[in-house]
């Protein structure tokens, strides 16, 4: 059997951000029993020169949905990043996430060598639709989800492996 760029990437990416808002919410749970307020737990880092938990969420989504849209060959949907609230971050969370399930395997199926730049600060990447997806949207969009996790579990979160895989 073969894996298409369709199931490699859509429910992929419809999982990690399920879960990801799953994270969240027994992050969320943590902050209010201790008083913590959805601005500090927001701007929490691991280490001062990494982003915060709100860009963290931001750019994972940012990254699944402007992924599955580069492999379909269509605009990506744009998301100002201006959440200030757990409530924003989560309604981002369902919009991308109804955003991805609005995609086909037509759409992206037979991608694997559409061209793909992107333009970066540092100047142009390209990529071959495959490559862009396994070499660099999958890498991205896992850690993303994983330095989120990792922010709440600092932040004193009970969290597990469990919940970062949707099994709990």
Not at 59 to 74: E, P
Not at 88 to 94: G, K, P
Not at 119 to 148: D, K, W
Not at 154 to 163: C, F, M, R, V
């Amino acid at each position: 059997m073969t894996l298409s760029m369709y199931q490699a990437s859509v429910p992929v990416f419809i999982r990690a951000l399920t879960n990801l808002r799953h994270v969240l919410r027994k992050g969320e749970a943590h902050a209010k029993a201790r008083n913590v307020s959805d601005e500090v737990l927001l701007q929490t880092r691991l280490i001062p020169d990494m982003l915060p938990l709100v860009r963290q969420v931001q750019i994972a989504t940012d990254m699944a949905k402007n992924g599955a849209a580069r492999l379909a060959g269509v605009d990506p949907l744009v998301i100002e990043d201006n959440e200030t609230t757990l409530a924003e971050l989560y309604a981002r969370l369902d919009r991308v996430v109804e955003y991805l399930k609005g995609f086909v395997p037509e759409q992206i199926d037979g991608s694997e060598t559409r061209p793909i730049t992107l333009r970066m600060r540092s100047g142009e990447l390209h990529f071959e639709g495959q490559a862009y997806l396994l070499h660099f949207v999958i890498p991205n969009v896992f850690f993303h989800c994983t330095t989120a996790y990792a922010i709440l579990r600092k932040a004193g979160a009970e969290l597990g492996k469990n919940d970062f895989l949707g099994r709990s």
